[in-house]
Structures are given as structure tokens and as C-alpha cells.
């Protein structure tokens, strides 16, 4: 068994426990609909490489960043579901890589469900020198997205169903060294054939004037704290009309301004509820920091949206 070898497979209800197992990942997730949350995460791999299936079952926002010194690739394990990602809308036919250093900015249904792969760029550049392309930066050449043929995609996403299940139902000799050296070199090989073959790099979305509005009005709201904001407020640091700015926020986050405006700062007391001592910071403190002056109503809506109310989160951390 190799020293560092680690197998997780679970069940969560709470999206804060799931960023917290998912090793090696930095990730910051915001809850943007009502309702329970559910996820499963199957983790699989050692300094070399890492195999994950991940599903949400809510809408999320996510933030944060892949795991370091290594190269990690995305396919949504569906070919019918779609998430924006890094100002793309990326679909279950398209490969992507998250950039070295940069940051995850996601936007998932509740249908979201992906397989994720790191890998040493080392090895890649080995695989890419056996089948005799240039060096793996070189052949990415910047992009992160990739239109790929989609028989070796539909291919390389059944292998990846097949490898989940044997880690899933424990079927072989799946903690060994052997079998993850050998995992490395299947998923690498795989990987560099989809990029080496006739693929076509996917372009970022060109900003559009409600794009840019978007992006002006969410940094106001998470640079507010405890301000009040207002819709004519983001209308005019955005500089677009309030009809404008209804039509971006629905199209971006399934939310008009003041839902998304609420729903974020509801995420920043939660987290705060998580990390404080319970005997020495109050629920009404912590609303009062996110901008909610009126306990009953934040109750209600942290209820709402959380499906379980603050005290109780505060609970749960002690």
C-alpha cells in the first residue's frame, strides 16, 4: 500500500463538511436556493493522482481553488448538463482544465454531477513525448476548455464509470501502488489522446455590457458588509437600468438582484456560525455583521434557505 494512499466515499447533507473533505481542493461554497442540500464525493488517489466523482444537489456558487502542484481536468459525468464555469458555459461534451494558481468560479445546478482528475505535469509531458506532441502546456497553448471528439470522449467517460465502480463496490485490488500506477498511466494516456486529437479550443464568453453591469454589481454586494443595498444602488454602480440588471442577475444566478443580495450575506453568517465559539458569539451578533438588523425576519430566512435555523448551526460547532 503506497504511505500516502487515501479512499473516501461519503454522504452529506452539509455543503460546509463536503468543501472540508474534498482534499487537497481549497473551495468556498454559497448555497443559492432553498431546500436541503445533499452531495456524494468518491476520492480516490495519492501525490500522484487523484480520481473524484462529485454530485450537488442544489444550485451552488462555487469558489476556491484545485489542488496544488498538479494538473486537474473536469467532465461532467452527464453529457446533458451544462454549469457556467470561468465565464464559459461548458457542457458534458466539452473537457476543462482548471488554470494553475487560479481561481474555480462556478456557477452548478442541482443536477450537477462531474468526474474530476489531477495528475503531475510531469507525467503528462512524459505521455506527451511518447506519442510524440510537444510539451502539455505547449499543446493546451493557454486554453482551458476543449471541444473534443466526441467518441473518444464518450469512451474516455464510460472508463471513467467503470473505474468509480471498481473503487465504489471495492471490487480488485484497488489500494495498492501497482493498481494506482497504473490508473495514472491509463488516465493520462486517455487525457493527452483526447487533446492530441482534432480538438478545438473553447474561447471565453465576450463580456456583454450586462456581463460587465453583473460583475460591478456582485463586487458592490460582497464589499457591503453590514451596508444596506439597494436595487437603484447596484443600478448605479453598474450603470444599467434596473430591468437590465433583473435580466442579467436571472440569467447569471437564477436570482433577481435582492435574492442574490440576501442569499449571499445568509452564506456569510452561516459561515461565520461555523467557525465561532458558541459560548462567546451570539446569533443576533453575527446577523448584525451581515446587514440583518431584525432577528425574526433573519431566522426566517436563514430557515428558509438552510433548511435549519442559525442556533442550530451555532450548535454544530461545538
Known amino acids: 500500500m503506497t504511505e500516502n494512499y487515501f479512499h473516501l466515499h461519503q454522504h452529506s447533507s452539509d455543503f460546509d463538511e463536503f468543501c472540508a473533505n474534498a482534499l487537497n481542493w481549497d473551495l468556498d461554497y454559497r448555497k443559492l436556493e432553498h431546500g436541503?442540500?445533499?452531495?456524494?464525493?468518491?476520492?480516490?488517489?495519492n501525490s500522484h493522482i487523484l480520481f473524484t466523482r462529485a454530485k450537488?444537489?442544489?444550485?451552488?456558487?462555487?469558489?476556491?481553488?484545485?489542488?496544488?502542484?498538479?494538473?486537474?481536468?473536469?467532465?461532467?459525468?452527464?453529457?446533458?448538463?451544462?454549469?457556467?464555469?470561468?465565464?464559459?458555459?461548458?457542457?458534458g461534451e466539452q473537457l476543462f482544465?482548471?488554470?494553475?494558481?487560479?481561481?474555480?468560479?462556478?456557477?452548478?445546478?442541482a443536477d450537477f454531477d462531474v468526474?474530476?482528475?489531477?495528475?503531475t505535469e510531469e507525467k503528462l509531458d512524459q505521455v506527451c513525448a511518447s506519442f510524440q506532441l510537444p510539451e502539455f502546456r505547449k499543446l493546451i497553448d493557454g486554453h482551458?476548455?476543449?471541444?473534443?471528439?466526441?467518441?473518444?470522449?464518450?469512451?474516455?467517460?464510460?472508463?471513467?464509470?467503470?473505474?468509480?465502480q471498481i473503487f465504489t463496490t471495492g471490487q480488485g485490488a484497488i489500494n495498492n501502488s501497482l493498481?494506482?500506477?497504473?490508473?495514472?498511466?491509463?488516465?493520462?494516456?486517455?487525457?493527452?489522446?483526447?487533446?492530441?486529437?482534432?480538438?478545438?479550443?473553447?474561447?471565453?464568453?465576450?463580456?456583454?455590457?450586462?456581463?460587465?453591469?453583473?460583475?460591478?454589481?456582485?463586487?458592490y454586494i460582497h464589499e457591503s458588509r453590514d451596508n444596506v443595498v439597494t436595487v437603484p444602488n447596484l443600478c448605479e454602480v453598474s450603470n444599467v437600468?434596473?430591468?437590465?440588471?433583473?435580466?442579467?442577475?436571472?440569467?447569471?444566478?437564477?436570482?433577481?438582484?435582492?435574492?442574490?443580495?440576501?442569499?449571499?450575506?445568509?452564506?456569510?453568517?452561516?459561515?461565520?456560525?461555523?467557525l465561532c465559539a458558541p459560548d462567546k458569539n451570539q446569533v443576533s451578533e453575527i446577523a448584525r455583521q451581515n446587514g440583518f438588523w431584525h432577528m425574526?425576519?433573519?431566522?426566517?430566512?436563514?430557515?428558509?434557505?438552510?433548511?435549519?435555523?442559525?442556533?442550530?448551526?451555532?450548535?454544530?460547532?461545538?
Open 296 to 318: 425574526g425576519q433573519f431566522s426566517a430566512s436563514y430557515r428558509k434557505l438552510f433548511a435549519e435555523l442559525p442556533s442550530i448551526t451555532l450548535k454544530m460547532t461545538a
Open 144 to 164: 482551458e476548455v476543449f471541444q473534443c471528439n466526441q467518441r473518444i470522449l464518450a469512451n474516455f467517460r464510460k472508463f471513467l464509470l467503470q473505474t468509480e
Open 36 to 45: 436541503s442540500f445533499t452531495s456524494e464525493m468518491l476520492t480516490v488517489g
Open 115 to 119: 468526474f474530476v482528475i489531477s495528475l
Open 56 to 91: 450537488l444537489g442544489r444550485r451552488m456558487l462555487q469558489r476556491g481553488s484545485s489542488p496544488q502542484g498538479m494538473v486537474t481536468f473536469g467532465l461532467l459525468a452527464n453529457p446533458a448538463i451544462r454549469i457556467y464555469w470561468r465565464n464559459i458555459d461548458v457542457s
Open 97 to 109: 482544465i482548471f488554470p494553475p494558481g487560479g481561481e474555480l468560479y462556478s456557477i452548478s445546478q
Open 241 to 274: 437600468s434596473q430591468r437590465t440588471l433583473e435580466y442579467a442577475f436571472r440569467e447569471r444566478y437564477g436570482l433577481t438582484p435582492k435574492e442574490y443580495t440576501l442569499v449571499y450575506r445568509l452564506n456569510n453568517a452561516r459561515k461565520q456560525l461555523r
Open 179 to 219: 493498481h494506482l500506477k497504473q490508473l495514472e498511466n491509463e488516465l493520462s494516456e486517455q487525457i493527452i489522446s483526447l487533446l492530441g486529437d482534432d480538438h478545438l479550443p473553447v474561447t471565453t464568453n465576450k463580456q456583454r455590457r450586462r456581463d460587465l453591469a453583473l460583475q460591478s454589481a456582485v463586487n
